[in-house]
């Protein structure tokens, strides 16, 4: 029999008869247990961390449009009444009377029952949050949708934390589908509801995030909007993150923040490996397929290991802990399934669907347990096809990786997930996995740092109490003297910056020059290097500070510094800045000392940098050390990287040089920018080099780079080499760039000398 729902519907057989299971559910008598050995790296991130955080992730997910979250709007609800909850949150069903949330008028809100604002709480919302906004979640078909916050005061809610609005579950939990049944559920909407289960969970472990609490009660039951598969009235979503595990990279061990008896696996409580906590979901999904298919019956009183649906005693859970730790115990799970299905006169290959799903996942060694086996069988296929999937998926995910460490340096492309996002932003939903069990199990993982603080947004959005909060919290953090690398809190330099801008705009403070230059002075002083707001402060705290009017809180030298690497970094504006510090040297030699230096951090920006401000030409960015200046050392580079068709890039007598023809040399990328030698040479100002190469070679020398389409004209322009763009235009570059670039040369023509200006600006008329 085939009873896949992606293979056919038409042997399956439902269950119609009387069900005599009691209707209590099981999970409502056990109770969520904090695990051992809890990881703290995000216990103490508070209010300003948390909003800051979601600012940066709306940010990126919005792909630089306006904001949502922070446009000062306020959610307006009537009809509002409870609808579930757990033990920090309460859930209640609410109509929007304002405006409808990405067209939904029903919406679940969500808030924190505590009261006190604990860090650790913060830590549990940051979770929910930070998985709910990544990109491969945000638009999956199985994943809760946050569709908007709520930024009132605690005074309204009783709770510090902001609400959540969730899109509202129409048939509440996977427990309360089951359970309010008035007959079991047919065996293919199970199925489905199980494999849409292990879809979410996939996708989750696929971007480096454990559930860490799976169970009935946190898998939400919607209407079905897809066509396909048919006849199926329900989806399944995962939500409530808040016991998550993230950030899982490197070889740390991790452990559950929480678990549920009997969802939780044998070795829950210990420190486990990333693979190690990946397969305590996989085993508390196996218990959710046991407990869906035998009708949300109590999984302990079916193995008659207790009578009754009632709290565990301490000595009893301990004891559930070493049966678990048997073979008897799976065997006592499968035992329960078969029995189950010989009641209701199942087919047999339905059961063994189920019971091969639970051996994949109920197996005592964790190693041995496979979420793609149990999706591969839910989704209905065969014992042997699943043999065969999994081993095309091995080598299918293996190529995709190749591919990927074989990409064209820098390219930017349209791709199938650039689609499906973009049609996720319009309320389309996108499975970045392409609903194939195991596919791309390496996704990007949710953004640990990152922070975006507005004030002008925020002033409008929060009262003057949350403001002076915010204020409070941020000069808590800014004068911290430790902090852990890999957190999610604001750094205390960040937190300086924020400072510095909320000094300037009057946010829970009263606007003050002298106190904005002292928090950018902080803030310029990193414990390590970040090229964040470091980097702004330094480059800005000379000319604030001047025009403020506040004496300068650095030393000559030290100043000198900043504004030398500020100008390499492409702040321009520092070049101007450095007459300021002249003054400080009266000496003329120390005087005549910093111009040269300034003068070397103009060469610097454009050799290494090519006049962005971004390392695009340092070695370690480098596919191979070009020697521009060893022609001879060039050309041998160019004959290895082109191998046999070397001869075949070579120019003849023939050939007018400067002509726009594709040849293998265009397709020689010097760093990971996808920049060739043609831009590379215009970057640096080696007009030789350009001399040499267009006419030993075959190149376009239109030719537009990988990321920006950006012709080696618009990289001599950027750099400000004259002698580069001249030549470029001598030899018949086009000076409009390319047609598909962002920017043409006349963008930068203010990188030259007033006299290079009119000269250059000729030459692009002409």
Same mark, same amino acid.
């Given at each position: 029999? #085939? ?20 209707k ?8 969520t ?70 067209? !939904? ?5 969500k ?24 990109? /491969? ?10 569709l ?27 427990d ?19 494999y ?21 009660? $946190? ?91 009632? /709290? ?16 008897s115990?799976?065997?006592?799970a499968l ?14 290959d %339905?059961?063994?669907m ?5 051996n ?5 060694n ?21 043999e ?17 460490? $074989?990409?064209? /340096? ?21 499975d ?8 791309r199990?390496?996704?990007p ?17 929060l ?8 204020? !409070?919290?941020?000069e ?10 890999e957190?999610?809190?604001?750094q205390?330099?960040?937190?300086a910056?924020h ?25 310029s ?8 707001? #470091? ?83 340092a ?11 060893d ?10 990287e082109l ?16 002509e ?7 397709k020689?990328y ?19 080099a350009l ?12 030719l ?6 950006? %012709? ?13 763009a ?21 963008h ?17 008329q002409?």
């Amino acid at each position: 029999m #085939d009873s896949g729902f992606y293979h056919s519907y038409s042997l399956g057989q439902s269950s119609t008869e009387s069900s005599n299971i009691s209707k209590t559910s099981a999970e409502t008598a056990r109770t969520t247990l904090p695990a051992q050995n809890i990881d703290e790296t995000l216990t103490t991130a508070g209010f300003v961390s948390f909003a800051c955080h979601v600012a940066f992730l709306e940010e990126k997910l919005r792909r630089g449009n306006d904001t949502k979250f922070f446009d000062g709007h306020e959610i307006q609800t009537t009809a509002r009444f409870p609808a579930g909850g757990g033990g920090f949150f309460t859930v209640d069903r609410a109509r929007l009377t304002n405006q409808p949330t990405d067209g !939904r008028e029903i919406v679940a809100i969500k808030t924190a029952r505590d009261q006190s604002g604990h860090p650790s709480r913060w830590k549990d919302i940051l979770l929910e949050v930070r998985a709910l906004l990544h990109e /491969p979640l945000r638009y999956h078909p199985n994943i809760v949708h946050l569709l908007d916050f709520g930024w009132s005061h605690s005074s309204e809610t009783g709770s510090p934390f902001p609400t959540l609005v969730l899109e509202y579950a129409d048939y509440g939990t996977l427990d309360d589908l089951q359970l309010k049944s008035e007959s079991p559920l047919p065996f293919r909407i199970k199925q489905k509801l199980c494999y849409d289960v292990g879809r979410g969970l996939s996708i989750l472990h696929a971007c480096g995030i454990v559930h860490g609490d799976l169970k009935h009660n $946190n898998v939400l039951v919607f209407r079905n909007r897809e066509e396909y598969p048919p006849d199926q009235p329900y989806t399944a979503k995962l939500a409530d993150f808040g016991g998550a595990i993230m950030d899982i990279g490197g070889n740390a061990d991790h452990s559950l923040r929480m678990t549920t008896v009997p969802y939780d696996a044998p070795e829950s409580g210990q420190n486990l490996t990333v693979d190690g906590i990946k397969a305590t979901d996989t085993y508390s999904f196996g218990m959710l397929i046991w407990r869906t298919f035998i009708d949300c019956q109590d999984l302990l009183v079916a193995i008659g290991f207790k009578q009754a649906s009632t /709290p565990l005693s301490d000595d009893e859970r301990t004891a559930l802990k070493q049966l678990k730790r048997s073979e008897s115990f799976l065997q006592m799970a499968l035992d329960t399934v078969e029995a189950y299905g010989r009641s209701r006169s199942l087919p047999e290959d %339905t059961v063994e669907m189920i019971t091969d799903a639970m051996n994949a996942t109920l197996i005592l060694n964790p190693a041995s347990r496979s979420l793609v086996q149990a999706q591969a069988r839910l989704r209905g296929m065969s014992r042997e096809e699943v043999e065969d999937y999994t081993f095309a998926l091995e080598r299918e995910n293996e190529d995709r990786k190749e591919m990927e460490r $074989n990409r064209i /340096p820098g390219q930017r492309a349209i791709d199938i997930d650039s689609v499906g996002y973009a049609l996720g932003r319009f309320g389309r939903t996108y499975d970045a996995q392409q609903n194939l069990p195991g596919c791309r199990p390496d996704l990007p993982a949710p953004a640990l740092g990152g922070f975006i603080f507005e004030p002008f947004k925020l002033k409008s959005l929060l009262d003057w109490s949350q403001q002076v909060a915010m204020v !409070r919290e941020l000069e808590q953090l800014a004068e911290s003297r430790s902090f852990e690398e890999e957190s999610a809190e604001i750094q205390p330099w960040t937190a300086a910056y924020h400072l510095f801008q909320a000094c300037l705009s009057g946010f829970g403070m009263s606007i003050n020059l002298e106190r904005a230059c002292y928090w950018l002075c902080k803030a310029s002083k990193a414990d390590f290097e970040c090229a964040d707001t #470091d980097y702004l402060a330094k480059a800005w705290l000379t000319r604030l500070c001047n025009a403020a009017g506040v004496p300068f809180p650095l030393t000559p030298d030290e100043q000198v510094d900043d504004l030398f690497w500020s100008i390499v970094r492409g702040h321009r504006h520092c070049i101007e800045d450095s007459e300021l510090v002249m003054s400080r040297f009266p000496n003329p030699h120390q005087a005549t000392t910093v111009q040269s230096r300034i003068r070397q951090a103009v060469s610097v920006n454009k050799e290494l940098t090519g006049g962005t401000g971004m390392p695009h030409y340092a070695p370690r960015m480098m596919s191979r050390t070009w020697n521009l200046f060893d022609f001879e050392a060039l050309d041998e580079d160019i004959r290895m990287e082109l191998g046999r068709e070397y001869g075949s890039c070579l120019r003849s007598t023939d050939d007018s040089q400067g002509e726009s023809e594709t040849s293998r040399f265009d397709k020689i990328y010097v760093n990971k920018r996808g920049h060739g030698l043609l831009h590379y040479a215009a970057s640096v100002g080696n007009v030789n080099a350009l001399r040499h190469l267009l006419s030993k070679y075959k190149c376009n020398i239109n030719l537009p780079n990988q990321s920006f389409s950006e %012709t080696p004209l618009v990289c001599a322009c950027r750099a400000g080499q004259y002698d580069c763009a001249k030549f470029l235009l001598e030899n018949g570059a086009d000076p409009n760039g390319s047609d598909s670039g962002q920017e043409a040369p006349l963008h930068w023509i203010s990188r030259f000398g007033r006299a290079e200006m009119r000269l250059t600006t000729l030459h692009v008329q002409s």
